[in-house]
């Protein structure tokens, strides 16, 4: 015994000597570890992002393993090595989370990068982008959850308090499932849209009847840039649950259609020439085809479509607005007595009634 110490650190003296020692082996094995690694992953982008994400909660994972052994061996006598041993066993339970999580999101941004959406065909690029994001955040999500009950059950009155919840009042735990049911639910779905990819980042979609580009896919909603500038946030769970269209799920090619109105009297073969002409006449038309049929002959009007086709949705949608314009000009300049008009026919029967037709 030293007198000169107070009792309870003179029985701690020979365990902190053990810890502090435990520590600077732990250091030791950490530095050398780094340096192995670093000559390891040298070359390799998505190695080295894992390196260097892990490094922080890596150091901390070995220090408090090193802590944890050393309070195991450590007397059972000790006063307060109890509480000190749930301390250090959840600095590790959060040391081991901590690094997981910066895994699996390093990982994540690893490939992201690897994958630029630059390129012209970012079909591919944009799948990949969107399993990255929705599965990282899905995973960090999870560890994070299983993390926190892991340190909660360290705690002996925490377990305590929870097996008499659950014990004496079943109703707490339905009602809890039945809150946790939206989160749950939404977590499933992402996990269905990262494995499945109805959506991706940058896909045209409409939904809800709004026209949009999926913006961003949390763990929760996806956000759907709208035309206008607005943004749409829809949950998750929409998306495997409801019917929706996606303009770029195999390819982002698309057939844009013109409807127009002439006279029965129109000749098509100009028409279809003055088409022809203004599609050669525009970098938007990805030179596919482009075509004029006859869709409908009504009692008044004769309907036409054009069918045009473009490399995306918004050229397709500006292609449709030039071939539009370009043959109702086309009709204004060359033939302005074929668009629709009313009629009046008069016989030569003065007691008879005047017979009007509407063509459009």
């Known amino acids: 015994m030293r007198d000169w110490l107070p009792s309870p650190l003179d029985e701690w003296l020979y365990t902190l000597g053990a810890a502090l020692l435990a520590l600077l082996v732990a250091e030791l094995v950490f530095y050398v570890g780094q340096r192995l690694i670093r000559r390891a992953v040298r070359g390799h982008a998505t190695a080295s992002a894992l390196a260097d994400a892990a490094r922080r909660p890596a150091r901390l994972v070995l220090r408090t393993v090193a802590l944890n ?6 007397p059972a006598a000790l006063p307060g090595l109890t509480p000190v041993q749930r301390i250090t066993g959840m600095l590790l339970i959060g040391a081991v989370s901590w690094l997981l999580v910066s895994g699996i999101n390093a990982f994540g941004r690893a490939v992201i990068a690897a994958h630029p ?42 377990r305590q308090v929870g097996a008499s919840l659950l014990a004496s009042a079943g109703i707490v735990g339905i009602i809890a499932g039945f809150a946790a049911r939206p989160v749950l639910g939404n977590l499933i779905a992402g996990l269905q849209i990262g494995l499945t990819q109805p959506i991706r980042l940058d896909d045209v979609v409409v939904v809800e009847g709004e026209w949009g580009v999926i913006e961003e896919i949390t763990g929760a909603y996806v956000v759907v840039r709208i035309w206008d500038e607005r943004r749409l946030v829809v949950p998750l769970q929409y998306w495997v649950e409801k019917p929706f269209q996606n303009w770029t799920r195999s390819t982002s090619t698309l057939i844009g259609t013109v409807f127009i109105w002439v006279d029965y009297r129109m000749p098509l073969q100009p028409l279809r020439d003055e088409l022809k002409r203004a599609c050669e006449a525009t970098p938007l038309w990805d030179r596919r085809f482009c075509l004029l ?45 074929f668009l629709p008009k009313l009629r009046a026919e008069t016989t030569g029967d003065s007691a008879s009634s005047p017979r009007a037709g509407l063509d459009s």
Do not use: K
């Not at 052994?69 to 450590?74: D, F, G, M, N």
């Not at 929705?134 to 994070?144: A, F, H, I, K, P």
């Open 69 to 74: 052994l050393t309070w195991q061996a450590a």
């Open 117 to 158: 959406v630059t390129v012209a065909d970012n079909l591919n690029a944009r799948r990949i982008h969107t399993q990255a994001r929705v599965l990282s955040r899905t995973l960090s999500g999870l560890v994070g959850v299983i993390g926190g009950a892991l340190m909660l059950m360290t705690l002996p009155g925490v």
């Open 293 to 337: 049929q006859v869709t409908e002959a009504g009692d008044r009007a004769v309907q036409l479509r054009a069918l045009v086709t473009a490399a995306n949705s918004g050229q397709a949608w500006d292609l449709r607005c030039h071939v539009r314009e370009a043959l109702l000009e086309f009709m204004q300049r060359e033939y302005p007595q």
